[in-house]
C-alpha cells in the first residue's frame, strides 16, 4: 500500500502590534531571568566571598524549585480529578487495574467456558504445537540460512498455563447475513520452556513470555449443509504485544538495547502471516475458494486529512527548566503495519501541517486509525499525547472535519479531516486525479512462479571410503533459488516474503497500490534471488490483478 502526500506551504503572516509587544515582553522576561542568575555571581566576586557561597544557594534554590513542582503536581492532579472524575474512573483505573474487555463494553462477554475447555485440552494443543515446531519450523529455520543448517529443537515444553481469552464480542449489525464475525481478546502469560542448539557451542531458549492481542474470527460462508459453515478465517486486526524470557546465549536479548529489536523481529513475522492484511484461512468444504477467502477485496479507503494541532504541551525548556520554550512536533500514522509520519514543525505549540494521507481499510469496524504526536530531539523524541479512531465511525459518517483531544497527555487537540471512499470496479466511474491524490487502488495477488534456474552455489561434501577414508570431495549440488518478488509503482516498493530452496515456488500474498494517472503510471514486476547481491531471474509469473475506482 502507498499513501498520496501533499503539503501546502502557509503564507507568511504580518506581525501586529499585539504580536510585537508579546515578543517584547517574552525578551524581558528573559533578561530579567538572566540578571537574576548573574547578578548574584557578580556580587559574590565583587565583595570577595567565597565560591561556596554560590554552590549552596544553587543548592537551596533546586531544592526549592523541585518541592515546588512536586507540590504542583500535587494540585493539578486534584484539580483534573474533580474535573474528570468519570474519564479517570473510566480509563485510567481500568488501565491501571488491567480489567477484562467485558468490564469496559456491555457488548462484550465473559467467556469462562471456553477458558476451561482451553485449560482441558491445553497438553494436546502442547503435542500439537510440539509436532509442528519439529516438522515445519526446525526445517524452515534449517533452509533460511547456511549458518542454521544445524538448528534443532532439544526440548518443547508449553507449560502448564494455558491461553486465555478474557472477553469475547459477536458483531450482529452492520455485517454479512452469511458470515459471523467475532473478536476475541487474547491474553497469554505463558511459562513456555523451549531450548534448541544452533550448533554445538551455542544455545539458545526461551523461559517465559507474554503475549497480548485481539484476534478476530470469520465464519464464512454460511451454508445449508454440514458443517453449516465454508471456511474460518482467523487474524489479528492491529499487531499484539509481546515480551519474551531468553535463555542460553540469547539472554543478552534481554538487555535494553536488543529486547525491543528481537520482539519487534518475532512480531513483524507474526504481522506478515495474520495481522491486516495477512490472514490465515482454514477451508471447511472443497467447493471453496482458499484465494478469494484469504484475499477479498478491502472494505474501502480512508483519505485522512492531517491539518494541525493546537495547545500542545511544551518539552523544551532551558536553564535548568527556568525559561519554557516549545516542541518540535509531528505526527504519527499507522493502520496495521502500515505507518506514516509528516514532517517536523520547528517550535511550535499550534503546529500546521496539511497533509494527506490515504489508507486501505479490510475491517471496518474493527481497525483503527492509531495517532501519536512527538517532539523531536536529538536523543529520543518526547511523547505529546495519543489517539485511537475506529474505522467504523468514519464509515458510518462517510465524512468527519473535527478536533480530537489527545489522550495520555496534560493538554492538546489535533484537528483531523476523514472521508471514506468506497470501491467499484467499474471503470467507467474512473476520474483521473488532480493535486496528487488516488482515482484508483490496485489490488494484486501473487500465486506462485515455475521453472526458476537453480543454485548451483550449494557445495555438497562426498566423503571416500576404504584406503583414502579421511579425503572428501566437495561438489556443487543443484538447489531452487531463495527467491522473493518485488513490486515497484513509482516511489511505492513492495516485497514478497521468502521463498526457500524452490525452483517452483509459492507465495500467495495480496498487495494494494495507490494509482494516481491510470494513462502513466506502470507496475514493474522483479523477482530475485536473496543472496549478498541481487540478481534477476526471468521466470513464468503467475499472478492476478484487480483495478477498482476509488470513490
Known sequence: MASAAQTQPGGTESLTPSAVNHILLEFLIYFGRAVAVFYP???????????????????????????????????DSAIDLVDNEAHIISSELKNTLQMASWVHFTDVEKVQWVNKVLEQAWPFVGMYMEKLLRDKIQPTVRMSNSALKMFTFTKIHFGHKPLRITGMRAYTHEVDQREVILDMNIDYDSDVDIDAD?????????????????????????????????????????????????????????????SSLSEDTILDIISSLMVLPNRMCIPLIDQLKVDEMRFPLPRGVVR??????????????????????????????????????????????????????????????????????????????????????????????????????LERIAHGDIHLKLRWLALSTESSLLNESNAGLSCAMLAVYLDNASNLPKDQKELTVHHKHGKHGKEARLTKKNVGP???????????????????????????????????????????LQVSQETHRSCWIFACLQSSAVFVCIL
Open 41 to 75: 555571581v557578580y556580587l559574590t566576586g565583587y565583595l570577595g566571598l567565597s565560591i561556596s557561597w554560590i554552590l549552596l544557594c544553587m543548592l537551596m534554590f533546586t531544592w526549592w524549585q523541585k518541592n515546588r513542582r512536586w507540590k504542583d503536581v500535587r494540585i
Open 198 to 258: 544452533v550448533n554445538a557451542a551455542i544455545k539458545v531458549g526461551i523461559k517465559g513470555l507474554k503475549f497480548q492481542g485481539m484476534l478476530r474470527v470469520i465464519l464464512e460462508p454460511l451454508i445449508s449443509q454440514a458443517p453449516l459453515v465454508g471456511g474460518v478465517t482467523l487474524f489479528f486486526i492491529r499487531r499484539p504485544t509481546l515480551e519474551i524470557n531468553w535463555t542460553g546465549m540469547t539472554n543478552l536479548l534481554d538487555s535494553p538495547a536488543f
Open 304 to 405: 485522512v486529512h492531517v491539518l494541525e494541532a493546537r495547545d500542545l504541551v511544551a518539552k523544551d525548556t532551558y536553564m535548568m527548566g527556568m525559561v519554557k520554550g516549545k516542541s518540535d512536533p509531528y505526527v504519527t500514522l499507522r493502520v496495521g503495519n502500515r505507518h506514516f509520519k509528516t514532517k517536523t514543525i520547528k517550535e511550535n505549540l499550534h503546529p500546521k501541517w496539511n497533509e494527506v494521507y490515504e489508507f486501505v481499510v479490510h475491517e471496518a469496524p474493527g481497525q483503527e486509525l492509531e495517532i501519536e504526536l512527538f517532539d523531536e530531539d536529538r536523543d529520543k523524541d518526547d511523547f505529546l499525547g495519543k489517539y485511537n479512531l475506529d474505522f467504523g465511525e468514519v464509515k458510518r459518517e462517510k465524512e468527519m472535519d473535527q478536533w480530537f483531544t
Open 482 to 524: 531463495n527467491s522473493y518478488v518485488e513490486f515497484t509503482l513509482d516511489k511505492d516498493v513492495q516485497k514478497s516474503k521468502v521463498a526457500y530452496m524452490s525452483k517452483n515456488p509459492v507465495w500467495e500474498q495480496g498487495f494494494n497500490f495507490f494509482v494516481q494517472n491510470v494513462k502513466t503510471q506502470q507496475l514493474i
